[in-house]
């Protein structure tokens, strides 16, 4: 018996110092996500400020309550603002160094992004979140259209087929794509591979549910700032849809079905 605890002694001695250093490890790709977020927080609301300045000056009226340019700014910060935290968990959680370099990508481009749509936002006096049902701005006619007629989701970079469901306005206040709460406490609480292809799978669901919106923002939106935004938002988050597919694909997993 005597044996047996030094033994088990020994190991847990062993262990401690490992455990303790990847508590740290964790604890500092956290504290790099929070400066990370700071960062872009700061130079979102530049941005967002110096492109809306040339609507001040030419005498356009600032869009209203119900367009698209409002509606696009206040119902994408809010998808935006669950990509944030899922890839902020990842940081923290996920063992691949690559997913928490894509983890990192998001969280500061999104940010950035949600930078600039609260800036316009507080220039045209409008609330910085919705404050009735999701999509109501994009017409139910074209709202399900998953290609915007230059070949964005229907080409090789389809980032999936949308159901009926997802392409529609959100009247029951749910957008596609977004994480349950149940999705979030599972990644909250996975660790090591489960927890990058948790992330992964959430993730490429959340670019697909939001890509509707994008490409009726970039069709639709007034104010030339507010459509190339949506433009890139496009461009990038297939991208990164490309590359999470990958990811999943190298690891053995499957994309979750659309919600």
Known sequence: MTDQTGAEQHTAQQQAPEQAQ?????????????????????????????????????????????SVDVGFAQDMSVHH??????????????????????????????????????????????????TGDYMTWMSSDEAGHGGDGHGHAESGHDMGAMTSAAAAPASTGAMPGMASSEDMAALRQARGPA????????????????????????QHAEVPAVQMLAKTMVNTQQSEADRITTMLAEKGAAPLPMN
């Open 22 to 66: 990847e508590g740290g490890k964790r604890s500092q790709r956290t504290a790099l996500a929070v400066l990370g977020l700071i960062a872009a927080v700061a130079i979102g609301f530049a941005i967002g400020f110096l492109a809306s300045l040339p609507l001040r000056d030419d005498g356009a009226s600032a869009p209203g309550a119900g």
């Open 81 to 130: 603002n669950q990509a944030v935290e899922m890839s902020a968990i990842a940081i923290a959680n996920a063992t691949d160094p690559m997913v928490r370099d894509l983890a990192y990508d998001i969280l500061t481009t999104q940010q950035n992004q949600i930078g600039q749509m609260t800036g316009w936002l507080s220039l045209w006096n409008q609330p910085l979140l919705p």
């Open 195 to 218: 927890a990058d292809v948790l992330y992964l799978q959430l993730m490429l669901r959340h670019h697909q549910g939001g890509l509707p919106m994008m490409e009726y923002g970039a």
